[in-house]
Protein backbone atom coordinates (compact mmCIF):
# COMPACT_ATOMS: atom_id res chain seq x y z
CA UNK A 1 0.00 0.00 0.00
CA UNK A 2 2.95 2.38 0.75
CA UNK A 3 4.44 4.18 -0.90
CA UNK A 4 2.46 3.04 -4.25
CA UNK A 5 -0.77 4.11 -3.40
CA UNK A 6 0.47 7.34 -1.87
CA UNK A 7 2.45 8.99 -4.65
CA UNK A 8 4.11 12.17 -4.05
CA UNK A 9 3.70 12.66 -7.92
CA UNK A 10 2.94 16.80 -8.34
CA UNK A 11 0.40 15.97 -10.52
CA UNK A 12 -1.55 13.47 -8.26
CA UNK A 13 -3.07 13.47 -4.80
CA UNK A 14 -4.30 11.01 -2.32
CA UNK A 15 -7.80 11.04 -0.46
CA UNK A 16 -8.05 10.21 3.14
CA UNK A 17 -12.14 10.64 3.53
CA UNK A 18 -15.21 8.94 5.60
CA UNK A 19 -16.85 9.34 8.51
CA UNK A 20 -15.66 10.31 12.03
CA UNK A 21 -17.01 7.76 13.65
CA UNK A 22 -18.60 4.11 12.74
CA UNK A 23 -22.20 4.77 13.48
CA UNK A 24 -23.72 1.71 13.09
CA UNK A 25 -23.34 -1.33 11.13
CA UNK A 26 -24.94 0.66 8.19
CA UNK A 27 -23.80 3.77 6.93
CA UNK A 28 -19.78 3.41 7.02
CA UNK A 29 -20.08 0.91 4.10
CA UNK A 30 -22.76 3.34 2.16
CA UNK A 31 -20.11 5.71 2.42
CA UNK A 32 -17.07 3.87 1.34
CA UNK A 33 -18.79 2.54 -1.70
CA UNK A 34 -19.78 6.33 -2.56
CA UNK A 35 -16.15 7.03 -2.05
CA UNK A 36 -14.30 4.51 -3.34
CA UNK A 37 -16.48 4.48 -6.80
CA UNK A 38 -16.25 7.82 -7.20
CA UNK A 39 -12.36 7.61 -6.69
CA UNK A 40 -11.94 5.01 -9.02
CA UNK A 41 -13.65 7.24 -11.81
CA UNK A 42 -11.94 9.89 -11.32
CA UNK A 43 -8.54 7.92 -10.92
CA UNK A 44 -7.37 9.13 -7.13
CA UNK A 45 -5.90 7.08 -4.38
CA UNK A 46 -8.69 6.76 -1.73
CA UNK A 47 -8.17 5.54 1.88
CA UNK A 48 -11.32 5.15 4.14
CA UNK A 49 -11.28 6.79 7.61
CA UNK A 50 -13.42 6.43 10.62
CA UNK A 51 -12.79 6.65 14.55
CA UNK A 52 -13.98 2.54 15.85
CA UNK A 53 -14.03 4.77 19.10
CA UNK A 54 -13.97 8.63 19.85
CA UNK A 55 -11.32 9.20 23.08
CA UNK A 56 -11.32 12.79 22.79
CA UNK A 57 -15.04 14.13 23.76
CA UNK A 58 -15.57 17.43 25.64
CA UNK A 59 -18.77 16.30 27.41
CA UNK A 60 -19.23 12.76 29.14
CA UNK A 61 -22.55 12.19 27.60
CA UNK A 62 -20.49 12.37 23.80
CA UNK A 63 -21.25 9.41 21.32
CA UNK A 64 -17.75 7.61 21.52
CA UNK A 65 -18.92 4.73 19.83
CA UNK A 66 -20.62 1.00 18.97
CA UNK A 67 -17.69 -1.09 20.84
CA UNK A 68 -14.43 -1.29 19.82
CA UNK A 69 -14.35 -5.08 18.58
CA UNK A 70 -17.73 -4.21 16.32
CA UNK A 71 -16.29 -1.34 14.96
CA UNK A 72 -13.28 -2.08 14.21
CA UNK A 73 -14.68 -5.70 12.38
CA UNK A 74 -16.33 -3.12 10.13
CA UNK A 75 -13.46 -1.30 9.29
CA UNK A 76 -11.74 -4.69 8.17
CA UNK A 77 -14.84 -5.46 6.28
CA UNK A 78 -15.14 -1.92 4.48
CA UNK A 79 -11.24 -2.71 3.48
CA UNK A 80 -12.43 -6.33 2.04
CA UNK A 81 -15.75 -5.51 0.55
CA UNK A 82 -14.09 -2.96 -1.48
CA UNK A 83 -10.35 -3.52 -1.75
CA UNK A 84 -9.22 -0.10 -0.42
CA UNK A 85 -6.73 0.67 2.83
CA UNK A 86 -8.83 1.62 5.82
CA UNK A 87 -7.48 4.22 8.72
CA UNK A 88 -8.39 4.55 12.04
CA UNK A 89 -6.95 6.61 14.86
CA UNK A 90 -5.41 4.82 18.34
CA UNK A 91 -4.93 6.83 21.78
CA UNK A 92 -2.77 4.51 23.22
CA UNK A 93 0.08 1.59 22.99
CA UNK A 94 -2.21 -1.02 23.35
CA UNK A 95 -5.11 0.15 21.08
CA UNK A 96 -2.26 0.33 18.40
CA UNK A 97 -1.99 -3.69 18.53
CA UNK A 98 -5.25 -4.32 18.94
CA UNK A 99 -6.03 -1.66 15.77
CA UNK A 100 -3.02 -3.12 13.71
CA UNK A 101 -4.86 -6.53 13.66
CA UNK A 102 -8.06 -4.79 11.17
CA UNK A 103 -6.33 -1.55 9.52
CA UNK A 104 -3.74 -0.40 6.82
CA UNK A 105 -3.38 2.77 8.79
CA UNK A 106 -2.72 4.05 12.37
CA UNK A 107 -3.40 7.57 12.79
CA UNK A 108 -2.06 9.77 15.74
CA UNK A 109 -4.55 12.06 17.03
CA UNK A 110 -3.29 16.12 16.93
CA UNK A 111 -3.07 16.04 20.91
CA UNK A 112 -0.97 13.11 21.04
CA UNK A 113 1.15 14.10 18.59
CA UNK A 114 4.21 14.24 21.31
CA UNK A 115 3.41 10.95 23.07
CA UNK A 116 6.85 8.45 22.23
CA UNK A 117 5.46 5.18 23.76
CA UNK A 118 2.06 5.41 21.44
CA UNK A 119 4.74 6.67 18.32
CA UNK A 120 7.20 3.66 18.92
CA UNK A 121 3.79 1.63 19.13
CA UNK A 122 2.26 2.33 15.90
CA UNK A 123 5.29 2.40 14.46
CA UNK A 124 6.58 -1.33 15.80
CA UNK A 125 3.52 -2.89 14.09
CA UNK A 126 4.76 -1.98 10.87
CA UNK A 127 1.75 -0.42 10.13
CA UNK A 128 1.80 2.88 8.08
CA UNK A 129 1.19 6.19 10.70
CA UNK A 130 -0.18 9.15 9.98
CA UNK A 131 1.09 11.72 12.63
CA UNK A 132 -1.60 14.40 12.86
CA UNK A 133 0.40 17.94 13.66
CA UNK A 134 -0.79 19.42 17.41
CA UNK A 135 -2.67 22.40 17.52
CA UNK A 136 -0.26 23.77 19.66
CA UNK A 137 3.24 22.39 18.12
CA UNK A 138 5.02 24.16 14.93
CA UNK A 139 5.33 22.46 11.49
CA UNK A 140 9.45 22.12 12.42
CA UNK A 141 8.87 19.82 15.41
CA UNK A 142 6.84 17.73 14.29
CA UNK A 143 10.50 16.13 12.62
CA UNK A 144 10.96 14.70 15.91
CA UNK A 145 7.76 12.76 15.75
CA UNK A 146 8.64 10.93 12.54
CA UNK A 147 12.25 10.41 14.05
CA UNK A 148 10.69 8.30 16.65
CA UNK A 149 8.24 6.05 14.22
CA UNK A 150 11.69 5.76 12.28
CA UNK A 151 13.49 4.79 14.92
CA UNK A 152 11.29 1.62 14.93
CA UNK A 153 12.59 0.11 11.55
CA UNK A 154 8.95 1.63 10.34
CA UNK A 155 9.61 3.98 7.30
CA UNK A 156 5.68 4.87 6.36
CA UNK A 157 5.18 7.61 8.03
CA UNK A 158 2.87 10.58 6.58
CA UNK A 159 2.16 14.18 8.41
CA UNK A 160 -0.75 16.01 8.49
CA UNK A 161 -1.50 19.45 9.38
CA UNK A 162 -4.63 20.39 10.95
CA UNK A 163 -4.51 24.00 12.16
CA UNK A 164 -2.92 26.01 14.96
CA UNK A 165 -4.40 27.13 17.96
CA UNK A 166 -5.61 31.21 16.91
CA UNK A 167 -7.24 31.59 20.26
CA UNK A 168 -9.21 29.20 22.52
CA UNK A 169 -12.14 28.81 20.42
CA UNK A 170 -10.55 29.05 16.76
CA UNK A 171 -7.75 27.95 14.80
CA UNK A 172 -5.88 29.11 11.55
CA UNK A 173 -4.28 27.65 9.06
CA UNK A 174 -0.57 28.27 8.27
CA UNK A 175 0.13 27.25 4.46
CA UNK A 176 3.92 27.16 5.18
CA UNK A 177 3.41 24.07 6.59
CA UNK A 178 2.88 21.69 4.17
CA UNK A 179 6.85 22.10 2.19
CA UNK A 180 8.31 22.39 5.66
CA UNK A 181 6.82 19.24 6.75
CA UNK A 182 7.89 17.94 3.29
CA UNK A 183 10.95 17.83 4.10
CA UNK A 184 11.35 15.67 6.63
CA UNK A 185 10.93 13.20 3.35
CA UNK A 186 7.22 12.30 4.34
CA UNK A 187 3.87 12.79 2.94
CA UNK A 188 2.27 15.69 3.99
CA UNK A 189 -1.85 15.89 4.07
CA UNK A 190 -4.08 18.83 4.43
CA UNK A 191 -7.35 17.97 7.09
CA UNK A 192 -9.60 20.21 5.41
CA UNK A 193 -12.56 19.81 8.16
CA UNK A 194 -10.68 19.86 11.14
CA UNK A 195 -8.73 22.84 10.56
CA UNK A 196 -11.93 24.59 10.60
CA UNK A 197 -13.20 23.41 13.86
CA UNK A 198 -14.48 25.85 16.68
CA UNK A 199 -13.11 24.10 19.92
CA UNK A 200 -13.93 24.08 23.20
CA UNK A 201 -17.27 26.09 22.61
CA UNK A 202 -19.45 26.60 26.12
CA UNK A 203 -22.34 24.20 25.01
CA UNK A 204 -19.44 20.93 24.93
CA UNK A 205 -20.26 20.71 21.02
CA UNK A 206 -17.34 21.51 18.68
CA UNK A 207 -18.20 24.05 16.30
CA UNK A 208 -16.93 24.73 12.89
CA UNK A 209 -17.27 26.55 9.46
CA UNK A 210 -17.65 23.78 6.58
CA UNK A 211 -18.90 26.13 3.80
CA UNK A 212 -14.54 26.60 3.95
CA UNK A 213 -13.89 23.71 3.44
CA UNK A 214 -13.38 24.66 -0.53
CA UNK A 215 -11.09 27.18 0.40
CA UNK A 216 -8.88 25.21 2.11
CA UNK A 217 -8.62 22.35 0.05
CA UNK A 218 -7.88 24.38 -2.89
CA UNK A 219 -5.27 26.60 -0.93
CA UNK A 220 -3.66 22.84 0.00
CA UNK A 221 -3.60 21.53 -3.56
CA UNK A 222 -2.03 24.94 -4.73
CA UNK A 223 0.54 24.74 -2.53
CA UNK A 224 1.14 21.09 -3.50
CA UNK A 225 0.25 18.79 -0.78
CA UNK A 226 0.37 15.46 -1.44
CA UNK A 227 -2.81 14.37 0.17
CA UNK A 228 -6.05 15.69 1.41
CA UNK A 229 -8.04 14.39 4.64
CA UNK A 230 -11.67 15.35 5.26
CA UNK A 231 -14.78 13.85 6.84
CA UNK A 232 -17.74 13.53 5.09
CA UNK A 233 -21.41 12.07 5.76
CA UNK A 234 -24.75 11.79 4.06
CA UNK A 235 -26.44 14.52 6.55
CA UNK A 236 -23.48 16.22 8.98
CA UNK A 237 -26.79 17.65 11.07
CA UNK A 238 -27.53 14.11 12.30
CA UNK A 239 -24.20 13.26 12.39
CA UNK A 240 -23.12 11.63 16.19
CA UNK A 241 -19.28 13.56 16.10
CA UNK A 242 -18.12 16.49 14.57
CA UNK A 243 -21.68 17.12 12.43
CA UNK A 244 -20.67 20.68 12.65
CA UNK A 245 -17.34 20.92 10.62
CA UNK A 246 -17.76 17.81 7.80
CA UNK A 247 -18.50 17.74 4.23
CA UNK A 248 -22.22 17.12 2.85
CA UNK A 249 -21.19 13.74 0.80
CA UNK A 250 -23.77 14.58 -2.09
CA UNK A 251 -21.05 17.79 -2.60
CA UNK A 252 -18.16 15.34 -2.64
CA UNK A 253 -17.62 14.92 -6.15
CA UNK A 254 -17.73 18.49 -7.36
CA UNK A 255 -14.83 19.21 -4.99
CA UNK A 256 -12.79 16.80 -6.21
CA UNK A 257 -13.58 17.73 -9.49
CA UNK A 258 -12.53 21.21 -9.02
CA UNK A 259 -8.61 20.14 -7.14
CA UNK A 260 -8.09 17.94 -10.05
CA UNK A 261 -8.04 20.32 -12.42
CA UNK A 262 -6.31 22.97 -9.73
CA UNK A 263 -3.52 20.09 -9.70
CA UNK A 264 -3.63 19.64 -13.37
CA UNK A 265 -2.25 23.17 -14.07
CA UNK A 266 0.47 23.29 -11.81
Known sequence: MYPALLSTDSKCFFLIAGPCVIEDEVMPFRIAEHIATLCQKMAIPYIFKASYRKANRSRGDSFTGI?????????????????????TDVHSA??????????????IPAFLCRQTDLLE?????????????????????????????????????????????????????????????????TPVIMDATHSLQQPNQGAGVTGGHP???????????????????????????????????????????D???????????L
Open 255 to 265: LLTKLIRIRES
Open 121 to 185: AAGQTGKCVNIKKGQFVSAQSMGFAVDKVRHTGNNNVMLTERGSFFGYQDLVVDFRSIPVMQQFA
Open 94 to 107: EEALIAAKYVDVLQ
Open 211 to 253: EMIETIAKAAIAVGVDGLFLETHPNPQTAKSDGANMLELNLLE
Open 67 to 87: GDEKGLTILSQIANDYHIPVL
